[in-house]
């Protein structure tokens, strides 16, 4: 008879792990709304034609500048096209250009803050001033100026917007490499004759990097606010594409009589923008141990 209660125990240990999930969601109903609205984004991302079946760049001269109707929900804009599909479709541009020059800053960085943390020296100095010269201009504007000398365009603007994020990660990861080659542990490998390659790989590199996925995130939300002013500039993605940013500066003229056309992109911005920086925010607590689980 010793099964019986074994088999009352497991729905009570999923009670109580359901129980511990409802008092979670209920204690961080902002970290739910961001999350939701993050996944909305996702898939408007990876297939916008699951939330929209309209053609973002069909336009439509006898239908345009209308308000909200059934048929379109945010109203049309100048050339009769679809808001709502527009600011659909535009995620794909807004957040992939965004999230490439993170990728592209966080590998760039972690390799320049690991290769100066481990060689030290001329080239740790090298390295520490050249990240000095560039953190000393802000993103933005590093961005529009890298931009100046390679021309507008999607890959140039994912380029501008990752070397300008780059100083970032680079020192975060260069400290954490110099404590960590430092460390007891490290130094007691090494005496056993533990390859360097080995060591970096096994010892150094998963500590160094700790951090960088939560600057990712939290840095996420700066490049999509530079991807959203740098469209806006005609920096990015050219016309007619559905690009927050330059959804902006294409309804910047029609403010008075079609506010819609600028409002609904700008709201995509900064309920997006909110969104992945309260996301990296709680990230941040939770690895730094000020939140109990």
Not at 14 to 26: D, F, T, Y
Not at 202 to 212: E, G, I, K, S, T
């Amino acid at each position: 008879m010793s099964f019986i209660p074994h088999t009352f125990s497991e729905p009570h240990r999923v009670g109580q792990s359901s129980h511990r999930l409802v008092r979670w969601l209920l204690r961080h109903p902002g970290l739910v709304l961001a999350a939701a609205f993050l996944v909305v984004a996702a898939i408007a991302t990876v297939a916008p034609h699951w939330l929209t079946a309209y053609d973002p760049l069909a336009a439509d001269p006898i239908a345009a500048q209308l308000t909200s109707s059934t048929e379109h929900w945010l109203g049309t804009d100048q050339l009769g096209r679809d808001i709502y599909s527009r600011v659909v479709h535009g995620a794909r541009y807004s957040l992939l250009i965004s999230v490439a020059a993170m990728l592209l800053a966080a590998v760039a960085g972690t390799l320049l803050g690991l290769l100066a943390g481990l060689a030290r020296g001329a080239f740790d100095e090298f390295i520490s001033r050249l990240l000095d010269v560039v953190s000393s201009f802000p993103d933005l504007l590093l961005a529009l100026m890298l931009i100046s000398f390679t021309g507008p365009g999607t890959t140039n603007l994912i380029l501008a917007l990752g070397v300008a994020s780059v100083p970032r990660f680079a020192r975060v990861v260069r400290a954490q490499t110099l404590v960590v080659a430092q460390s007891g542990y490290v130094e007691h490998a090494r005496t056993f004759g533990l390859a360097s390659h080995v060591l970096v790989w096994r010892h150094v590199l998963p500590h160094a990097v700790a951090q960088v996925p939560i600057l990712a995130t939290i840095g996420l939300g700066s490049a999509i606010i530079g991807t959203a002013g740098l469209s806006f500039l005609g920096m990015g993605p050219q016309p007619p594409a559905a690009e927050w940013g330059l959804m902006l500066a294409e309804g910047r003229n029609y403010l008075y009589n079609a506010w819609w056309i600028a409002v609904w992109p700008g709201v995509a911005i900064t309920l997006t923008v909110i969104s992945v920086s309260v996301l990296g925010r709680y990230w941040q607590t939770r690895f730094e141990g000020r939140e109990a689980a």
